[in-house]
């Protein structure tokens, strides 16, 4: 069991050795409430954790996938039918752009099979990393029928080859929304409410129990699917090399970790990682390539300068100052982008005698003429910004940060006197009768 540690670090852990190494002690209180924190997803996602873990669990949760083909599947109102084949649609990133495009949400998976009477039944599927971010309404049969109705050639595509490996060769391969659309209205097809694949640990298992005190109308077991999983699930993903370190920084045995356990110290591990990516990185790209990253190097060298009371505090401490170079680097894209956007353009254009609308005139310059102005004169801005760099570093690199924006605050007047003539030129080609850009 993992409790809280009121006692301080030694306490701690003498009670850990007084356990056999059998629980663990950290100030957050359980590894199964920490992974779902506020404080602690916010620190992992320095370090691009929630996506990491999400499409990792796409990809293991996919592999499980082939095992429900045969098997009894039931809807949260009590209706079931047996599963006769399944496609995923969330790795089809031209058919989920396709769907975005139309104003369509596509399910990451579609279930299809046939019920107790025979009839063709489709059911949509999600995959949850963590069940807290789930909605009903993600599961709802609304939104697939909505795709099937507005669903454009490629989702059409799957959704045939999906039917015809469920054996319904009465929809053909040819016009199949159309054909399952009239066999849904004529109650020979049905849609189910879908459900979560989720996997199968305590988190999840936890959620589920709270939520069932706690909210009305909240998801329940019924609407979800639990997969197998075990801790090869972090093998490999960013920021897990630096887990084994923080576990030692709270007395954690290396064969303790349980799942959640495991989530926990790969969720700073990543905020860590995020962490010095982004203190090592350049202001702007132009000042170099992003250097290669030994997070446990870093990390080592971090706790021998200032050891540390627990592995949270470390990714605490570092994030603290992750933000400070986060708001440098935003400082630096600022000075070094152009100034001919938004109300300083349309001054000049002004001034210039145009009027900026989307209705011809004269005097009139449309919108998207303007942006496409306004790019060219970026593209400019960058290349000049580009040979200013290289000439200031053929001097030597800079110090630090603050000398790196000291040169963007004292270069930028001249580049905004530069973009305001080049904007002005080309205005003054336009009048001539050249030809607008394209």
Known sequence: MVVIAPMGRKAALTSLRDTGGRGAVIPTGSYVSAVTSREVRDLADLGNASRALGARWEEVGGQALVALIGQEQRAPSGESFRCQAVVRLDGQAALLTESSGRGLKSPDCLFAGRDRLGRLVLQPGDFKFTLD?????????????????????????????????AGAAELGRENVAVRLLAALDAGQARLLPGFFLAPDEPVNRLFLRQAARRRRGGI???DVRFLPVDLRFFDGLPGAEVAPLLREVDGVPATAPDFPCATYYFQLGAAVRGAFSLLLRPLLPLLGPEPEIDAPQRL?????RRPAMWAIDVARDLAALAMQRRERIRLAHRLAGSSMRGRPAYEVVEAAGYTIADEPGPAVIGKAELRLLLDRVEAIHSAVLAELINERLAAGPFANDQAVLAWLQAVRPALEERDRAELLRLLAERAAGAPAPE
Do not use: H, K, S
């Open 133 to 165: 971010v789930a909605t009903r309404d993600q599961i709802d049969p609304a939104p697939l029928r909505a795709l099937i109705e507005g669903g454009g050639p490629l989702f059409n595509a799957a959704l045939a080859t999906l039917l015809a490996e």
């Open 220 to 222: 329940t077991e019924a």
């Open 300 to 304: 080592r060298g971090a706790l021998a």
